[in-house]
Nanobody, 128 residues
Framework: QVQLVESGGGSVQAGGSLRLSCAAS????????KAWFRQIPGKEREAVAL?????????QYATSVKGRFTISQDIEKHTTSLQMNNLKVEDSATYYC????????????????????WGQGTQVTVSS
């Protein structure tokens, strides 16, 4: 059973930075899509950043975070990180890391329903 554990959330003022990390355990050696999603109450879970272990595609970002967020991974350590710079109040949400087995080359899916494994979520609060 794959387990994902997030860390690094917290509170920050607008314009500040946070770095989220996601550590995976017991990850069989296959290709994966790894993603960061975020969700606010009453809204659907939104894909923020996506990356694949086969690196067949460039990382993908939601339009609202392009140029501010950077997703990265350490394949050997099974960790995925999200560096968030120039944070805005509207970035406040619960952030989740997720992963799924990648069976073919191409972009990772943006739908949350495609992802099998999820972390418990970490809260990010940005104040003005």
């Amino acid at each position: 059973q794959v387990q994902l554990v997030e860390s690094g959330g917290g509170s920050v003022q607008a314009g500040g930075s946070l770095r989220l990390s996601c550590a995976a355990s017991k990850l069989p050696y296959v290709e994966y899509c790894k993603a960061w999603f975020r969700q606010i109450p009453g809204k659907e879970r939104e894909a923020v950043a996506l990356i694949s272990t086969d690196m067949s595609e460039s990382p993908q970002y939601a339009t609202s975070v392009k140029g501010r967020f950077t997703i990265s991974q350490d394949i050997e350590k099974h960790t995925t990180s999200l560096q968030m710079n120039n944070l805005k109040v509207e970035d406040s949400a619960t952030y989740y890391c997720a992963s799924m087995t990648k069976l073919q080359r191409g972009p990772c899916p943006q739908q949350s329903t495609a992802y099998t494994y999820w972390g418990q979520g970490t809260q990010v609060t940005v104040s003005s």
